[in-house]
């Protein structure tokens, strides 16, 4: 049975007082322990995450990490200070960070790769972009970018303990969504490639789905059968509206 997860990717959102507000009210109002709820905070409010989530089944998570070992890397942040406040996951190449930041596929797959080094869960996000759809290179983007990560990993093994995903960069934060037969086949295709190298964990790995994720869509995305959750940027600012959402999976 794969893990049905809803993360919700804050950005460089929040302050003190709407960090303790989100969390209250999303606390409040899910208590279930399915789907794994996960949230991913900007990296100063990660002690207030871990203070006000301690007892509780909701994980959190970091938005990046440094591909390096502790040292002179002005700005970065390591794995084992995730770990110091308790972090159980970090996403690797998110869209804005691989556009923005210039990380490209050997970079991402090296943080996937640190991750893992410290026994933190990398939910690696892959996406095209709409000029690579139009263009007809959705799969050939999505297969660089997980071959990227299969070679520094030396194959399939480093999906055993990893989550994907699916994020189309024109669905990011523009209200556009793909349909849930789109991100169907891209999900699909995703587990294809890595059974190639490995039935067993191509089947048992979480496949999520990101790009404007909201209460109304995300009911018709989860009844997909290689869609195991969402990555919900812009609606986990707002607890009802995250909480609806995972809501919507069974
Ligand atoms: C994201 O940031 O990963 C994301 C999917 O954002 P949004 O839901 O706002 O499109």
Not at 189 to 202: G, N
């Amino acid at each position: 049975m794969r893990s049905k997860i809803i993360a919700g990717n804050w950005k460089m959102h929040g302050s003190k007082d709407s960090v303790t507000a989100l969390l209250s009210n999303i606390k409040s109002n899910f208590a279930a322990s399915s789907p794994q709820l996960i949230v991913f905070p900007p990296y100063v409010y990660l002690e207030q995450v871990q203070q006000t989530l301690k007892d509780t089944k909701i994980q959190w998570g970091a938005q990046n990490l440094s591909a390096n070992e502790p040292g002179a890397y002005t700005g970065e942040v390591a794995a084992q200070m995730l770990l110091d406040f308790g972090c159980k996951y970090s996403l690797v190449g998110h869209s804005e960070r691989r556009s923005f930041y210039h990380e490209d596929n050997i970079l991402v797959a090296m943080k996937f790769a640190q991750a893992q080094r410290h026994h933190l869960i990398p939910i690696l996000c892959v996406g095209e972009t709409l000029q690579q759809r139009e263009q007809g290179l959705t799969e050939e983007v999505i297969r660089e970018q997980l071959q990227a990560v299969l070679l520094l990993q030396a194959g399939v093994q480093g999906f055993r303990q990893a989550v994907i995903a699916y994020e189309p960069v024109w669905a990011i934060g523009t209200g556009l969504t793909a349909t849930p037969e789109q991100a169907q086949e891209v999900h699909q295709f995703i587990r294809r490639e890595l059974a190639k190298q490995d039935e067993v964990i191509a089947a048992q790995v979480s496949i999520i789905y990101g790009g404007s994720v909201k209460a109304v869509n995300a009911k018709s995305l989860f009844a997909m059968p290689d869609i195991d959750g969402g990555l919900v940027g812009g609606a986990s600012l707002d607890a009802h509206e995250f909480v609806e959402i995972a809501k919507c999976i069974n």
